[in-house]
């Protein structure tokens, strides 16, 4: 069981607590349904919905903190993969160009950085 359970809203009176029994067939088809609202899942989304297909996006509930229960748009990528590892490499190349200046008269000496 998940620490972090789905929002549950009760249904409205005199529906069905299950969805499955309140819709339409043609509501529950979909010409695509993607698996997490990452750059790829909502790349695919965007672009078979412009051509006028009907689309689902399965995503785990928000957290600030994703794990194996909760999540949210953005993905591995975006939320802790390539992105926040490429703003880290970007920053740490100045590390040389800081160095660098010192010797042009700019800055003073590195201090270290301690959490």
């Known amino acids: 069981t998940s620490s972090h359970p789905l929002l549950h809203v009760p249904p ?11 819709m339409a067939a043609s509501e529950t088809t979909y010409d ?3 698996i997490g609202a990452g750059s ?12 006028g297909l009907k689309v689902a996006v399965v ?12 999540g949210g748009a953005g ?8 992105v926040p590892k490429k703003l880290l490499v970007y920053a740490s190349s100045f590390q040389a ?15 270290p950085f301690d959490l």
């Open 32 to 34: 695509l349904v993607s």
């Open 40 to 51: 790829g899942g909502v790349r695919a989304s965007r672009m078979i919905a412009k051509e």
């Open 97 to 111: 160009d800081f160095r660098d200046s010192q010797g042009f008269g700019w800055g003073e000496a590195a201090r």
């Open 75 to 82: 993905g591995t990528c975006v939320i802790r993969g390539c």
């Open 12 to 22: 409205p009176p005199g529906q069905s607590a299950d969805p499955r029994n309140n």
């Open 59 to 70: 995503e785990l509930p928000y957290g600030l903190v994703s794990s194996a229960d909760v």
